[in-house]
């Protein structure tokens, strides 16, 4: 195995391992290795990188004092962890080496959060080609191990669709993604709609990965900015304010996919159905937007519209409770590399107590057919 910038080998594998409790939830510690003939390829679909340029332009951003973005701030967190950069930043030898150490047949590559939408204002679409030129790269020369999905920064919204456009029909990359909010702004603003327009037409499924919250010091006060909870709740926020703008009802064929079990989502379908109203149809919501009717219940758009992936949750009863809810054709498997691999995970989804068909769908087939992979 190579050897990481500073000498050792495990990475943040180790470093996960050793700091969590052994009897955590869900989890069954060395009960198990990982399938080498398993019936199935394992395509982990919310797989991380960066590159040094867009690093740089965030720490500089952000060692200028000229914004306040939490974001901003995570961004230079993970800046500093070189062990970590050097994972995120390698499209080569080390992560195809750490693929076949946890069997991971194909890696789908999400510019890392915050990603391009937290540095200074017209920086952002320049670092978004950058990047996407380096994920195709990257794919072209290893065909078989990575797909990737297309950078761009929101905040330039011209610029983000011909990107989409430049990312879609020249790059050939499958999708693209987003780190939720933008200094407190989200796609359910209509002058971002032109995104979502091109997002349609060009079939690109939208990954929605979480960001730390806007303005929340409450948050960054309890140690709560990340997994612990800002990262769901911006990423419930942003999907259900896709949902209640109407824009799945103008644009149906728009494909969503949201991390981590649906970020809590599918938990409260039944309760959303019930309390629609609250939001449906009432004026002057998002800074003064005339009323929207929805077309349909809340969980529709969860059965048509919405796949969620289940990055950093490899629990069983929570993955079946979601392909109970959702369907087994809306539940992508995810592992989140490199900030959390684990093989004992790796070995739990091989042990599922599932249908082989509804396995073979959650480890490979619903991301070839949401991302158009080959
Ligand atoms: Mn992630």
Redesign the pocket.
């Known amino acids: 195995m190579p050897k990481l910038p500073d000498g050792s080998e495990k990475g943040l594998r180790g470093h996960a391992d050793e700091r969590g409790p052994r009897d955590r939830v869900g989890m069954a510690p060395r009960a198990g290795h990982i399938d080498r003939d398993a019936p199935y390829q394992r395509i982990a679909t ?1 797989e ?1 990188w960066t590159f040094p340029d867009l690093v740089k332009a965030q720490v500089d951003y952000l060692e200028s004092g000229e914004s306040n973005d939490d974001s901003l701030r995570m961004a230079g967190m993970f800046g500093s962890m070189p062990k970590l950069q050097g994972m995120l930043q390698d499209l080569g030898e080390m992560r195809l080496a750490h693929m076949d150490e946890y069997g991971i047949d194909r890696q789908l590559l ?1 510019l890392t ?1 915050p990603g391009v939408q937290v540095v200074r204002p017209g920086e952002g679409t320049p670092l978004a080609r950058q990047a996407n030129d380096i994920a195709a790269d990257a794919c072209a020369r290893h065909p078989d191990r990575f797909s990737a999905l297309a950078a761009f920064d929101p905040r330039d919204v011209q610029g983000s669709v011909k990107e989409i456009d430049r990312a879609m029909s020249q790059l050939k990359l499958n999708g693209a993604v987003l780190n939720s909010h933008f200094q407190g702004h989200y796609l359910d603003e209509a002058e971002y709609w032109p995104i979502l327009e091109a997002l349609e037409a060009h079939d690109a499924a939208l990954y929605i ?1 979480p960001t730390a919250p806007f303005n929340a010091p409450h948050y960054r006060d309890r140690g709560f900015y990340g997994a612990l909870g800002g990262f769901p709740h911006d990423v419930w926020l942003h999907t259900m304010g896709l949902i209640f703008s109407g824009a799945f009802d103008r644009f149906p064929k728009l494909k969503l996919v949201i ?1 981590h079990l649906g970020e809590c989502l599918p938990l409260h379908l039944y309760r959303f159905d019930w309390m629609q109203y609250n939001a449906d149809g009432v004026p002057g919501l998002r800074g003064g937007q005339p009323a929207v009717n929805l077309k349909h219940p809340v969980s529709h758009y969860f059965h048509h519209n919405i796949w969620i992936t289940t ?1 950093g949750v490899g629990w069983e009863p929570a993955i079946k409770f979601c392909m109970d809810v959702m369907g087994p054709e809306r539940v992508l498997y995810a592992m ?1 590399y490199p ?1 959390q691999q684990s093989s004992d995970e790796v070995a739990a989804y091989d042990r599922l107590s599932i249908p082989d068909d509804h396995k073979k769908m959650l480890m490979e087939g619903n991301a070839r057919r949401v991302f158009n992979l080959p």
């Open positions: 919310e991380a999400l959060s990965h991390g990055s989140d900030y």
